[in-house]
């Protein structure tokens, strides 16, 4: 009898299958407590199974949690998550406590295919529901600070996404720094994370008004390459920008030349930018263009494609941008019981979004409505970037009420 009850308490394991969306159901499961398996994972590839960077990706995960078991099948292509509780701890013969423990996670040269945002992301998704703070640092000959095909910048992170936390009133000790740059595909960079901001439950948001633009800032760098790059991407930017805005300042940083790897290889040249863009209502937009040895293109080229990609995210309209939605959806969804509700442009729905909260449902967390928006605030006002109502949605998202769990057994 007593068997029989164990047995039907413990939590369903999930099933999906394939590689898609990867690190949001890994990060969805370590939240909700819920195991998962994972089949198919390029199963008709010529390169089946997981690839490096998920390898890695779960080789951190594991580092920030405890008691979660992981079982991979032979071929890679079938994964058994069953999730511990957030939050690390030092070895027995560590002299240092949990809050200052120092987690040294290295991106190996295979896994330079993703930007180090590929683990910055998910990170920070799972640090406010720690038991403790979160202090890691990324590096290895895999490091990329830069964008690259699949991934935006550090500096985007750094300046676009992580102010998204405000939103839920999680301010304290967030901090990325960039403490050696680097180029896809020669990485070698390294980067430093501090979140040490643990709550209880995220407030339910009501994001309505994305106002209009009053400023652009950003960042361009130049790796192993003339300074004189910098200026020639600003005044591209600058032709495009001006026509729209006056209050724009770009910074610019030069890096004499690109970082070595453990490995002795020197790292890769390169050059980019990075824009973000502030609305009067503090939302934000951001845009990344960077060299490639693929394709090359002037300083030229990347200033004004950088700015381009800027405007066009502007005019996807929303209190939030594509790159920044998921972050927001995962908070809302963790938060209190109760209706939140936030405004994107139509632009930002894209099929991935969808799946995201197709998945949200299937971990038994909140319903999401999507509707049409009729409301007339935020639609008026000086700067650049007038929002069309046409464009515009209202997602509301139910809270599940889950919280922190750790602070729940603290």
């Given at each position: 009898?007593?068997?029989h009850q164990?047995?039907?308490?413990?939590?369903q394991?999930?099933?999906?299958t394939?590689?898609?969306?990867?690190r949001?159901?890994l990060?969805q499961?370590?939240?909700?407590?819920?195991?998962?398996?994972?089949?198919?994972i390029r199963?008709s590839?010529?390169s089946p199974?997981?690839?490096?960077?998920?390898?890695?990706?779960l080789?951190?995960?594991?580092a920030?949690?405890?008691?979660?078991?992981?079982?991979i099948?032979?071929?890679?292509?079938?994964?058994?998550?069953?999730?511990?509780?957030i939050?690390h701890?030092?070895?027995p013969?560590?002299?240092?406590s949990?809050?200052?423990?120092?987690?040294?996670?290295?991106i190996?040269?295979?896994a330079?295919?993703?930007?180090?945002?590929?683990?910055?992301?998910?990170?920070?998704i799972?640090?406010?529901?720690?038991?403790?703070?979160?202090?890691?640092?990324f590096?290895?000959s895999?490091c990329?600070?830069?964008s690259?095909?699949?991934d935006?910048?550090?500096?985007?992170?750094r300046?676009?996404?992580?102010?998204?936390?405000?939103?839920?009133?999680?301010?304290?000790k967030?901090?990325?720094r960039i403490i050696?740059r680097?180029c896809?595909?020669?990485?070698?960079?390294?980067?430093s994370l501090?979140?040490?901001?643990?709550?209880?439950?995220?407030?339910?948001?009501?994001l309505?008004?994305?106002g209009?633009?009053?400023r652009?800032?950003?960042v361009?760098?130049?790796?192993?390459?003339?300074?004189?790059n910098?200026?020639?991407?600003i005044?591209?930017?600058?032709d495009?920008?001006?026509?729209?805005?006056?209050d724009?300042?770009?910074?610019s940083?030069?890096?004499?030349h690109a970082?070595?790897?453990a490995?002795?290889k020197?790292g890769t040249?390169?050059?980019?930018?990075?824009?973000?863009?502030?609305?009067?209502?503090?939302?934000?937009?951001?845009?990344?263009?960077?060299?490639?040895?693929e394709?090359i293109?002037?300083?030229?080229?990347?200033g004004?494609?950088?700015a381009l990609?800027l405007?066009?995210?502007?005019?996807r309209?929303?209190?939030?941008?594509?790159v920044?939605?998921?972050?927001?959806?995962?908070?809302?969804?963790?938060?209190?019981e109760d209706?939140?509700?936030?405004?994107?442009?139509?632009g930002?729905?894209?099929?991935?979004?969808v799946?995201h909260?197709?998945?949200?449902?299937a971990?038994?967390?909140?319903?999401?409505?999507?509707k049409?928006?009729?409301?007339?605030?935020?639609?008026?006002?000086?700067?650049?970037?007038?929002?069309?109502?046409?464009k515009?949605?209202?997602?509301?998202v139910?809270?599940k009420?889950?919280g922190?769990?750790?602070?729940?057994?603290?």
């Open positions: 009898m007593s068997s164990a047995v039907s308490t413990a939590p394991t999930l099933a999906f394939s590689s898609t969306a990867f949001h159901r990060v499961a370590t939240l909700t407590g819920k195991p998962i398996r994972i089949t198919k199963s590839s010529l199974g997981l690839q490096p960077h998920e390898v890695s990706f080789r951190l995960l594991d920030l949690t405890n008691g979660g078991v992981f079982q099948s032979e071929t890679g292509t079938t994964l058994l998550y069953k999730p511990g509780l939050g701890t030092p070895s013969n560590s002299a240092t949990s809050a200052s423990k120092v987690i040294k996670h290295v190996s040269a295979e330079s295919s993703r930007g180090v945002t590929y683990f910055l992301e998910p990170t920070c799972l640090a406010p529901f720690s038991k403790s703070p979160f202090n890691i640092i590096s290895g895999g990329v600070t830069s690259t095909e699949q935006y910048s550090v500096d985007t992170f300046t676009a996404i992580l102010p998204l936390y405000s939103h839920f009133n999680i301010i304290a967030l901090e990325c050696k680097s896809s595909p020669g990485g070698g960079g390294e980067v501090t979140f040490g901001h643990q709550i209880r439950l995220p407030p339910t948001l009501h309505r008004n994305p209009r633009i009053k652009i800032r950003g361009c760098y130049t790796i192993g390459v003339s300074s004189a910098n200026q020639r991407m005044h591209a930017a600058r495009v920008l001006n026509q729209f805005i006056n724009i300042y770009i910074y940083e030069t890096v004499g970082p070595a790897a490995d002795g020197r040249p390169g050059f980019g930018m990075s824009l973000v863009a502030t609305s009067s209502t503090d939302c934000l937009y951001s845009a990344d263009f960077s060299s490639s040895t394709v293109r002037t300083p030229e080229e990347i004004r494609g950088a990609r405007v066009e995210e502007i005019e309209g929303g209190c939030v941008q594509r920044g939605v998921k972050t927001v959806v995962s908070l809302m969804m963790m938060g209190s209706v939140g509700r936030v405004v994107l442009g139509k930002v729905v894209e099929e991935g979004f799946g909260l197709r998945d949200w449902k971990f038994g967390c909140g319903e999401a409505l999507v049409e928006w009729s409301g007339s605030e935020g639609l008026a006002g000086g700067g650049m970037g007038g929002m069309d109502e046409g515009l949605i209202s997602l509301g139910v809270g009420g889950v922190n769990v750790g602070r729940k057994v603290a």
